[in-house]
Structures are given as structure tokens and as C-alpha cells.
């Protein structure tokens, strides 16, 4: 009955932009919440990766009640001590001196580094490729292009669907933003054929999460960074899914790669406010040269006057960043998503059923793909269903919490501080609902 009403309203009063799951959820404990019936889930999705700590983590409640009665917001007129002491970590994070700036969401991050591409495109002065061929390159005045990659999703607004590599984004939103083309994802000879003299920026999702969970590889990485260089091109990677813990180490960057090689920029998300929003992106501090003479830091291209945000960075999101990230590291919680993912993947291999194609992922972030016949041998998916919603639908009822992936994939992407126990359950009910 009260869940009918709850219906209700969205149907009469909310756009109906999602397609929503038949469940209202009223609270939550760590890895666990409750729906206004009292039946218990366990959330492998956190929220889509946001809730890192889990849900209603103490630290995080105190912080926010501490902050909310002290200061909850100035506007970036002025300082607030807890911002500066977030973008420390967050420079630490990043692995190399640089500076952030803070935003509130996943999309809205995206849009600072696509504005700091076409800032560098406009204003640095044009490369001189490393392997010159003594070939003249006519630069346009404006090099605005930046290459994003197949199957990547980048976030919702208009700039956000033309970067985002899947056609069903941005169906109907013609004209799509310029200055976006997309190439095959881990394929450098594709990546390198498509530069043009126009191209600026590449940006892509160290592990692609909206279409079966696909890492770069550690080679396609390495070679892009080099394509970069050698074309004068920035770096962008989007680390809003996958980064500050979820594979184990702050950057997904660092673990596919290793620090040795970095990116020029970093946007995150979702798991910094661990259910609070936040969005940032990190910029390197790296000397470019200037069209106009001079030489600028990349980390200040963007000065006073080229961004900015009303709700970015307030002391009461500053002070939830601050402390969702000291937990991360007091309770050692990198090294648990990397051991507590092996784990998970382990047991995700050893259910062996024909229905499980494949195990893939790094840490916690991790796809089960579903076999391409999946409806046919499962028994349980309706002709014309889509198999990883069926598939959903049967762990729901059997109170376990997961994201779809694509059509064929389910994603697992469970609090930072997930026990072997709650993954064991978990385990448990997937075997049962593909039994
Ligand atoms: N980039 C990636 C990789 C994402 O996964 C998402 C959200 O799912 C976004 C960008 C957009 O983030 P938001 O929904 O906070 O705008």
C-alpha cells in the first residue's frame, strides 16, 4: 500500500526520465538497506559506486551534523579551510603536484576538463610533434576536437552525451555539442589514425562501467600517453566510476599503469562523498607554452573567471570528503577492495554456470557477463526481455542489490569495506537466482 503511494507520486509529480526498479528504500546500514516493507537487501550497488563506506557510515553522519551546525555554506568568494584540505588529498591522490576544482557531480566534473581542452586547444601554442616527419601541419587557430572512445558514458548534459560513445544517450538531442569524435576503445592504431590537426584533447574511462565493465589495457594506456606526447595532446581520463579506491589503489590509472606515467587530468565522483554530492577533477602541474608568449602552468590555465560553481566545494561537502577519504585510509580500505574484488571474482568463477560467460574487473568493480543465449537457457527471461534486467529482477527478490551493465552484463560494485561474509551471501544468491 505505502509502496503504491510512492508510485504514485512519481508517476503524477517526477519526470519519468528513469526506468525504475519496483523497490522504495527507506534506510540503510553499511552494505545493507531496507525497503518500506522491512525486507532487507544487500546493496552490491552502492548507489551506482557512490556510497564507498557503505550506507550511513558514523564517521559520516557526525561529519555532516558537525559541519551542518558550524558552517554549511560560503560561496567560493571567500576560503573555506575544509576545501583547500580536500584538494590536498585529492593532489595526493592523483599521484603529482596539481591543482582541483571542485564541482557536484560526475557530469559537471567532465565539463571543467572539457572547457580546460578547449582552453589548452585555443590558448597553448601548437605542438611540435616529437616524431616530425618534416611534413608542415596546418593547425587551425581553434584545436577544440577531443577524441572520447566507444561505449564510454561520461555523464548527462549536453557536452556530456557528445563525448559519451553510445548512440542511445544522446537519441534525439540533435544538434550534438562539436568537438567530439569517438574511436574504438584499446585500439592505438585506430586512436592514432583518427588525430587531426584540429584534435586537442583525449579523454577516456580508465575502465569503461556502462557496457560490461572493460579496463583499458595496461598497453593501450601506456600508448595513448605517448600518442599524446609526441601530438601535444592532453590526457583526460575519467575516473568518476572507477577511482579513489575502487581498484584498490586512489587512481585506476595507478593500477593499470603504475605511477611512473601520468595523466594530464582526473575527474571523480560518486565515491568521494560516499552518498554526499561532490564532483572534482584534478589538473597536473605541467609548464605549457603560450600562443601569446609565456609559458603557464597547465594547473592554472584555468584562472579567475573561466569557471566556477555556486555549490562547489562548501565546507559541509568538503568536510564529508574529507572524512569519507580519511576512513578510506585509516581503515586500510584500498587493500580491501583489491583483496575482498580477487575474492569476489573467485567465487563469481567457481559458481561455474553455462548462463556466466565471463568474470571481469579490477577490485571492486567487477561485470558478470551473461552468455549471449542467455534467454533461451536461462528459463527465466521472457522472449524480448533484456537478460541482465531479468536477471536483476531474480536477485532482487532474493534480496541482493546489483546494477545492469549493458544488456548482458551485472555489475558489482559494493562498499569499499565489504566483509567476506556479506560477499558470500551475495555469492550465494546470484548461484540461486541462475539455478
Ligand atoms: N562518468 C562516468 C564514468 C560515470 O559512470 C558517470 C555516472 O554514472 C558520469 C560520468 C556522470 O556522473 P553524474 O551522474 O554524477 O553526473
Known sequence: ???????????????????????????????????????????????????????????????????????????????????????ERLVKAAGAPGKVFFANSGAEANEGL??????????????????????????PPSRHEILTFDGSF???????????????????FDPLTPGFRQVPFNDAPALLAAIRPGTTAILLETIQGEIGVRPATSSFLKTVRSICDDHGLLLMVDEIQCGLGRTGDWTAWKTLVGDEILPDAISWAKGIGSGFPLGAFWVRDRAITLKAGGEISLANLLGPGSHGSTFGGTPLASAVGNTVLAVVEEENLLANAREAGDYAK?????????????????GLMIGVELAEDYAQKSGHCAAGAVP???????????????????????????PLNVSREEIDKAVGILRDALS
Not at 561520461?154 to 534525439?172: D, M, N, P
Open 154 to 172: 561520461h555523464g548527462r548534459t549536453l557536452a556530456g552525451i557528445a563525448a559519451t560513445g553510445q548512440e542511445k544517450v544522446r537519441k534525439g
Open 114 to 139: 572539457y572547457k580546460l581542452a578547449r582552453k589548452y586547444g585555443n590558448e597553448a601554442a601548437a605542438p611540435t610533434p616529437r616524431h616530425n616527419t618534416g611534413e608542415a601541419i596546418d593547425y
Open 1 to 87: 500500500m505505502k509502496e503504491n503511494c510512492t508510485h504514485e507520486l512519481f508517476d503524477r509529480y517526477v519526470m519519468p526520465t528513469y526506468g525504475r526498479f519496483p523497490i522504495t528504500l527507506e534506510r540503510g546500514e553499511g552494505c545493507r538497506v531496507w525497503d518500506d516493507e522491512g525486507k532487507e537487501y544487500l546493496d552490491f550497488g552502492a548507489g551506482i559506486a557512490v556510497c564507498s563506506l557503505g550506507h550511513c557510515h558514523p564517521r559520516v553522519a557526525d561529519a555532516l551534523a558537525t559541519q551542518a551546525r558550524t558552517l554549511v555554506h560560503t560561496s567560493n568568494l571567500y576560503y573555506n579551510r575544509a576545501q583547500g584540505l580536500l584538494a
Open 388 to 414: 541482465s534486467l531479468a536477471l536483476i529482477g531474480r536477485l532482487h527478490e532474493r534480496g541482493l542489490l546489483s546494477v545492469p551493465s549493458g544488456t548482458h552484463a551485472v555489475r558489482w560494485l559494493p
Open 346 to 362: 573467485e567465487a563469481l568463477k567457481a559458481i561455474g554456470s553455462p548462463l556466466i560467460k565471463d568474470v571481469r574487473g579490477i
